[in-house]
């Protein structure tokens, strides 16, 4: 099996530490390709930075569909999560919707603790593009903005945990996803000090690709009828002109 | 007062007749910039296609803000609405969602009506993302897609009078609005045949434009604490990449 | 075009404040027509005296509606709003409804910032009547209740301004509405001190007014469908009841 | 055990045929006062008569509450019934609301079959203002509007006891409300042709006032803190005064 | 009249209290059949003893439906109710929803105060089951939990009042249910210290199953729709047993 | 890795079906132990038989729980999950739950097609229990209910190809679930005659328990907060009686 990790940011260092979690938690058969931005922001942090981010996750999965079972969009927030999910014939899952399903079925209430007051905002309209508004039980984040966010892991690690509790504790969070990036891979690392499962978004998104592959191969998307009619498309990279011409 | 109607699709005859509109209903002073995209599709008609258009309009948008006191997201569909309102500092409407609310204020139920059953699920996800899902009462549609959009408010006016008159009688809705740009301008000329207000969307979007230029000038914009922060985009055009550059 | 100002309040001082702000607001051509409660409460603060007022709203229209182009009941809160869009065959606003809906435009996030805690549960009222409630950050008011309501700009502006601000950092909120006609027109003064855009509900109110007019003219609500079939009322006023009659 | 069972229509054969079913499901010591309005409609069906309605009903609850125990609203629709709850230190329960809760008791999806497609739109607004939509079934009208609402009793008969059971087979619902004045006591009678409960809302409004008065008597509203504030009313009925003024 | 009181748990001494309560409020010609579980918890509190404990409510209902006119599960979080609505031919009414259905009465915004922080999960179940969750304020519980149920409403009567007050000052609570077994018939007693009306939950299920009884008779269930289908069941007690097998 | 198939109905004949196919779509080192219920009924099918049911399904996932890394639910409804989930300390999956959750990644809008419509009720409870309803696009089934349920697949594969494609171009469903244990295995077998992704419900409960018990294994469960207080069980078979009592 094969898997796209498409992370829309330009930080490669981010997407070299994801494909790492990614081929840990996979089938020893299961492939990661592991993909970064050229152009766009080191790090997606808003609706208008996702505008441009997910139109080039979506040029992105077009380069390198053919031979894929299933793509990864590698940035919490699921930057073009719908369109993509749309114009492709294979299953894409997101960063946070597939971490936020996962705690769906691990527990009633779900939290999110993340590193930075900043990306509070764009994760609760990941909660809500998710459609699990209703079993949220809120993001915690430390007060401040950590200056360097390579090793928020180490610096952040005991707020972190007391976020997660804190969130057990006065929110009533059943489950704690770690969102975000940076914290990726923390999740399994502090589970003895937080008092409810706590999940990683980018093993849930590999874990749920996987699943994804086998349950809807790509044979299951032939035919489809919500896919969008062919289109011309005029000034746009060739794989996706051409996925946009075969509609 | 200078408004931007920023039209993300590449059909210019129809920015052409939306200007046309927006200055039959605009105040004396008030002066419509119009702007056709210059790649991407010649109609938006679903998320994917959007997910582009919607980069290109924060693309023209960007090109052009300086001088301008609102702009107007000139397809039906709003595509590009969240990240651009996020992003500068002046109002942002879209055609679909200033339909929607300015239907809202005139009755409780509202209907869309539109020339073809490929666009229903696109507009469907418009009314979703204005917020709007309680006062809605369908999208009523022609069964078939009309081969030839440029003339379709006179291949299908008796048709669309009717689905008019059925989302009035069957559906419960108090107000209709026409969607989408090939049907822009024709709700005046058939109010006379629905026995509910019908709304025209250019011409509302450029209404509500021009409103909340006055209600919120630029100047309430500055020092906006939701504005995102400063970021170094890469391989953008210069005006984007400018205005990511400032936060 | 003519828009009444109906203030279904008995303060006359408040009804010749909005109108100076509502014609400074409006556009040249538009003749405001301040009408004040001859019967009923100083200021409608709960659902109770909104019953009445909200009668009194409706009586006031029908004394004046020929010849107007649109109608704002001037009263936050919104008293008789949905009756009379259902009665009369002209766009009727609410200051309440235009407010919520305009910052709606303007952001995702709506606060409500007023000058008492006793009007937090008619305004919550609002924003659910108006079918906002999901893009609702709550009222904040002052802990305690003004003695005198005549200056309340002025004495309460510094607790309004941090007010403010507190709904936009600790809220998240992304618009502010000044509710209450106490604070009408203080929105613009303090404009350069609140993180975000702040929105004045009767100016709101008349350009949205304003708007409707042009877009849904009173020809569009002939053969309303949605109209209250013909009905003898006894013992109500003259014009009001040949208003039900008419159906 | 005293209960106002408030007409706030004008025909008082309605109110005294209400007034027997009442006695006739009330225990034995229930005394019931039946009330006919002395201004207004003969029978309200829209948002624009119960504006008026609403405050008939407030007027004469004012005049009549001194030594009752609580107060029906004994129109489907339930007009003034959140005002009056707010303002009376008694419990008042509308028809609807009243027959609908009940009804939720009953069975988890609840319809309403009624006498006239001219009511559909009223119910519906009684349904969602008791917030029960999500439990909702759907409206059941027959196709015209009868022209003698007198008999509609034996001259639908047939007719409704049909859409009772379409609502249950094809609508899903698990309990029948029979709504609107002209059809109390029918519910009974029909019982035994119908696949699912049927519920009489003036029978259900008779038991629910009676239990709400053991439940919570009027000592229990003494010291409300959510009553509005004391307030000088001018040129309202002297009863309707005093309760305003004494807050 | 006969009215089953069911208490799932299988603590007598609350069963006799809870029936004292309920033949204080019932009418003089209602009979109350206490019946206490034989097997299962001493006091359900979660979702998962409510499995075991609504099956068991079932089995009690079974054994005792004949002659019955209504049952109440005599718990507040109502195990079994759904199922035992759906299967038997009678009334059958849970004591959380009783009590939140009859608070919906009285007022709009609903509060739970109860003795234990260890309840607060199963109360809030409770409420959205009921569907309230859009009038619901909020549940209060003192900080930590009580050694000794037996005597809370002594231990706690000024922290409960104390709570019941915030839940009306700080919630904006309109009325309070004063949750759970231990606190029955507290309401009554605490009445002029609290400034909203409170309600006994066992009052509210005798009340309400009273009233149903009336308002829909066994007659009324005869061939119901939604019945399940017969069905065999094996290893169960006799009469739920046949229960089942007469669908 | 050991997953419980804990069938909580009585036919070892569909559990050893449901094992064949979970084992086929399972990794190869993981180990599925199929498990039905010794008492109960053949096929549970309603609120009441899954009360019962999941009593049951408790008392299985309790007799089996040790060594095992997650459990399979495995009928369609999803009996007993919430309490199983918050009781044992490992994930629990249901196999409606699983198959809603998997289809909301394959695309927005879902549907379930089942065999007969007496599951529509029982199939509707599932959507809403998961939280899903406004992802959801209906349940569609033939007319009647076969008389036989052992060979559906066979006797209904054309119409229920039929109601699949009815679903994605009427309802507009994106993806379709084939709900019942009696059509377990079947969507992949028509998978290229349907216009849409078809989900098998056991292959998807299967694919989520294999990556939950990964993703939280049952270390990340230790020290739960939300895990039910100690509680001593009567009369309850000795597994789940510890369980209880070790909270």
């Not at 930057?79 to 946070?96: N, Q």
């Not at 597939?98 to 007051?117: D, H, K, N, Q």
């Not at 489950?175 to 000090?193: C, D, H, K, N, Y």
Request: charged residues 20%.
């Amino acid at each position: 099996m094969r898997l796209l990790l498409v992370n829309p940011n330009m930080t490669g260092a981010m997407t070299d530490r994801m494909a790492g979690i990614a081929r840990d938690v996979a089938s020893p058969g299961t492939e990661i390709v592991p993909l970064t931005a050229g152009r766009g922001f080191p790090y997606i942090a808003s609706r208008a930075e996702a505008q441009i981010g997910g139109a080039l996750a979506c040029e992105m999965i077009a380069d390198h569909a053919e031979g894929a079972d299933a793509a990864i969009i590698a940035a919490f927030g699921d930057p073009g999560l719908a369109g993509a999910r749309e114009l492709f014939d294979l299953p894409v899952v997101g960063m946070a919707e597939a971490a936020l399903v996962s705690a769906a079925m691990l527990g009633e209430r779900i939290s999110i603790v993340t590193f930075s007051p900043v990306m509070r905002r764009w994760y609760l309209d990941s909660v809500r593009d998710a459609g699990l508004s209703a079993r949220f039980a809120g993001v915690r984040t430390p007060d401040g903005h950590a200056p360097d966010l390579s090793n928020v892991q180490q610096s952040l690690r005991e707020d972190l945990i007391r976020l997660c509790n804190r969130a057990v504790r006065e929110d009533g969070a059943d489950v704690v996803v770690l969102g975000g990036a940076p914290l990726a891979g923390l999740a399994p690392e502090i589970r003895g000090e937080v008092e409810a499962p706590v999940v990683d978004p980018i093993s849930a998104a590999t874990l749920q690709a996987q699943a994804l592959a086998v349950l809807a191969p790509q044979a299951g998307f032939a035919g489809r009828a919500s896919k969008p009619l062919p289109k011309t498309a005029t000034g746009l990279p060739p794989a996706l002109t051409r996925q946009f011409a075969c509609g």
